[in-house]
């Protein structure tokens, strides 16, 4: 299916909540209230008047992903596929999302590719290699024809996001416990930004003007508040878990005023307020909490709980749990990402070399495919949006 510039239909709206209680429930979720959310948001708190310089300024002051109801006409010409890092296999599998048939499987030009991530322009796919120590490349894949082109040396990529600016590719270099910023056209290393105490850095999301991010330290329970502005580490925050925590996943709700940070051995998602970085609240979700989706109407956003195999759906409006749905037959849910439509959520089986696509107005399981070995961060692509900070496509 050959990307077009369309309005893209909303189709998250009663059906999705119908759709998610008809499917197989967990036991009730125990909430923590969020002490802010988007229930109680005016455009005055979501505002964000001082952005980030050369940011492109929000298309809503109440809604940070309001650009994402429509592709940009740049990726008019890029042929809807999904992008499969096997982690364990070192290969790339893509997947024609009409058929669900594997197209094309190739080396990742490297070792543990983590994340398939596109950039900020919306012209490339970069798989990031982040092995051995102390190298790393990133494997090029042009979105137009689905193949890889010749790897980059780039020192210990697990992740990679872009500053809202578009000025610096942020290389989350987890066994070096730092954040390195790359020219990302060049490929030429800039500066550093040392996370030392973050260790297992991974994930992130930014504040709505862009200045700030909350960083996950996977394995210390904490998280990092980095001045993306000044381009500096402000403070370090301790989960309540302590060191057991395991942070992953981090998403900015729409409306701007909170973060959620996934936490895969709370076995839920706590959240912090995103102008003070208070921790506000937390929510149990499901065994092995890991990926946050937000929905293509902004106004749920999916949880993966890869350790149990299931879904949980969070309704911005009302701050609660709607509902927890499981694969039919098990799984291991870990990171994707939404199809351009928003109806169907393609994410991996980290731990059956598979990849679900899954049907989240009808709640069905539409396909499970066999790909290589430790299935990661996948991306369908191409994404609506005007521009992506990076990860397996966090677009605004």
Request: glycine share 10%; net charge negative; aromatic share 8%.
């Amino acid at each position: 299916m050959i990307a077009r510039r369309a309005r893209l239909g909303l189709v998250l709206s009663v059906a999705m909540l119908a759709g998610c209680s008809s499917g197989q429930s967990g036991p009730s979720a125990h909430l923590s209230t969020p002490s802010s959310g988007p229930a109680d948001a005016s455009p005055a708190a979501a505002a964000a008047p001082d952005l980030l310089p050369g940011m492109p300024p929000p298309l809503s002051s109440t809604d940070v992903y309001a650009a994402t109801r429509e592709l940009s006409p740049t990726v008019a010409d890029q042929p809807t596929r999904v992008y499969v890092p096997n982690s364990e296999s070192n290969t790339i599998t893509v997947i024609d999302p009409d058929s669900f048939q594997v197209v094309d499987t190739f080396p990742s030009g490297g070792r543990e590719p983590q994340h398939v991530v596109p950039s900020y322009d919306l012209q490339m796919l970069y798989a990031n290699n982040d092995l051995p120590i102390g190298s790393g490349s990133l494997l090029p894949i042009d979105p137009r024809t689905g193949k890889p082109g010749d790897p980059i040396p780039v020192r210990d990529p697990y992740n990679m996001y872009f500053t809202p600016d578009g000025r610096y590719a942020l290389v989350v270099a987890e066994a070096d416990r730092s954040l390195d910023l790359y020219d990302p056209h060049t490929w030429e290393k800039l500066r550093d930004i040392p996370v030392p105490d973050c260790t297992g850095v991974n994930h992130m999301d930014f504040t709505a003007d862009g200045r700030t991010a909350l960083v996950s330290c996977e394995f210390s329970g904490r998280m990092a508040v980095v001045d993306i502005a000044n381009l500096s580490l402000l403070r370090m925050i301790d989960l309540p878990g302590g060191h057991s925590g395991m942070p992953q996943d981090v998403k900015l709700a729409p409306d701007g005023r909170t973060f959620y940070v996934a936490d895969m051995m709370a076995n839920g998602v706590y959240t912090f307020d995103a102008k003070t970085f208070d921790n506000t609240g937390f929510v149990e979700t499901g065994a092995g909490t890991h990926g946050l989706y937000v929905t293509r109407d902004s106004a749920r956003m999916l949880i993966t709980n890869r350790k149990e195999g299931s879904i949980s759906v969070w309704d911005f409006a009302t701050n609660k749990l709607l509902d927890t749905w499981h694969i039919p037959g098990g799984g291991s849910p870990d990171m994707g990402n939404l199809s351009a439509d928003g109806r169907v959520f393609w994410v991996s089986g980290r731990n059956h070399g598979e990849v679900y696509a899954i049907d989240i107005v009808d709640w069905k399981l539409l396909a499970r495919i066999p790909v290589g070995r430790g299935a990661h961060g996948l991306t369908i692509w191409p994404q609506p949006g005007r521009y992506s900070t990076g990860h397996t496509g966090v677009m605004r």
